[in-house]
């Protein structure tokens, strides 16, 4: 596997279930972070983590919970959610340091929330 | 206000024509200015990178930036089916190497 890679891909729950998306970077890059893609709007940064810290957007509610156990790998942990949550949820990952920040996306998991 | 506006589209053009993409920001602290193309299905992937004002050429793309008008545009030249896609604009503040600021979006169609 080469790149940013997501599962699953197609992700369909009921708002009482407690699901996972696991993101899997194979870049040697040492930041990640989960956006959501709704139709229409811009890219919504929800979580970052690097080694220097850990960045959360103060809107994102708690029943998203993201998890990093080490450089390579991060979560999304989802429970109670609302059927305005479906959307398409991109990982990326990035170089550590300033400047040009290339960020790498993973192909995203379409979650729907009946 | 959004910080970043984007016309949403959609577009669609001729094979062969020329294509012009535009976002305009209102954060004057914006310094990394990026366009990024999203397939159907895919994650988005970098296109086009500058740094502050000028313009950067890379084969049929030019990226324009144009800070003292807040305005960014990506010109394609020659354009082809296959450049059909979702093109965002994304834009760096300075002093904050993580947090992209994207556009909604704009999406593309090159007709044959």
């Known amino acids: 596997e080469t790149g940013v890679t997501q599962t699953p891909r197609h992700l369909v729950m009921g708002m009482t279930n407690k699901k996972s998306l696991k993101c899997e970077q194979h870049?040697?890059?040492?930041?990640m972070y989960w956006y959501k893609q709704s139709a229409k709007k811009p890219l919504e940064l929800m979580f970052v983590?690097?080694?220097?810290?850990?960045?959360e957007n103060n809107s994102v509610p708690s029943r998203f919970s993201p998890e990093c156990p080490n450089s390579s790998h991060l979560f999304l942990h989802l429970h109670t959610l609302q059927p305005e949550d479906s959307a398409l949820y991109l990982c990326?990952?990035?170089?550590?340091?300033?400047?040009?920040?290339?960020?790498?996306f993973g192909p995203g998991t379409r979650l729907t929330v009946l | 206000q959004k910080e970043v506006e984007q016309d949403p589209g959609p577009l669609s053009v001729p094979e062969g024509a020329i294509v012009s993409l535009n976002c305009t920001y209102s954060?004057?602290?914006?310094?990394?200015f990026m366009w990024y193309r999203q397939y159907s299905r895919k994650g988005p992937e970098l296109l086009m990178y500058?740094?502050?004002?000028g313009n950067k050429e890379d084969g049929r793309f030019t990226a324009q930036v144009d800070k003292s008008s807040k305005y960014i545009s990506l010109f394609i030249r020659d354009s082809q089916p296959s450049d059909s896609a979702t093109y965002l604009c994304?834009?760096?503040?300075?002093?904050?190497?993580?947090?992209?600021?994207f556009g909604s979006g704009t999406q593309l169609t090159v007709l044959p």
């Open positions: 954060n004057s602290a914006f310094q990394y």
């Open positions: 990326a990952s990035s170089r550590g340091g300033g400047g040009k920040n290339e960020q790498f």
């Open positions: 994304a834009m760096i503040p300075s002093g904050s190497a993580r947090q992209l600021t």
């Open positions: 983590y690097s080694l220097e810290e850990r960045v």
């Open positions: 500058t740094y502050s004002s």
């Open positions: 870049l040697g890059h040492n930041a």
